[in-house]
């Protein structure tokens, strides 16, 4: 699926319930088709579809270690959605606050869960890279491929912001390449 899924295929997606359990099972851990059926208990037939549909869906993937749920789709659309209004949420760096003293700065960049631009300002960057440093958790590694799906979510200019977040210290890899994570950036308490 080249495009992300709108929050109304998400709903619809979700509100079955042998596809809503297959979902759980991978939240809590499950990655073969073995493991969801022994977690969901249902059969593996329907085990099997279910997750059929979720990919085609946009929301679960097949990577090296198995099966995923596409947890950065679902912050993704929850960010969008926020950020039209629909729902409010208390993290102040997703949605700044006109009294949070990054707010203004935030809000000149972000519009619809999205860089308009990346700021040439240093601090403003900083600011900016915080926030998108919420998209990835901590003890997480992320591979190139998934760290660009991320990132070309924020600006089409996603090896900018790639390279930003490794030279401020937001993401680290180890020289030779290989996965990336966290580093840096706030923590939500």
Known sequence: MDEWPTAERVAALLADGDRLRVVAALVLGAATIAELTEATALPA????????RLMDGGLVERDRHGLRLKE????????TTRDHGEHEDEHELEAPSPNSPHGAALRAFVKDGRLVSIPSSHSKRLQVLDLIAQD???GVRYSEARVTEMLIRWHRDYAALRRYLVEDGFLERKDGGGPYWRSGGSVEL
Request: glycine content about 10%; overall charge positive.
């Open 45 to 52: 037939g329907r085990v099997t579809g279910a997750v059929a």
């Open 72 to 79: 950065e789709v679902l912050r993704s659309l929850a960010r």
């Open 136 to 138: 990835f958790d901590i």
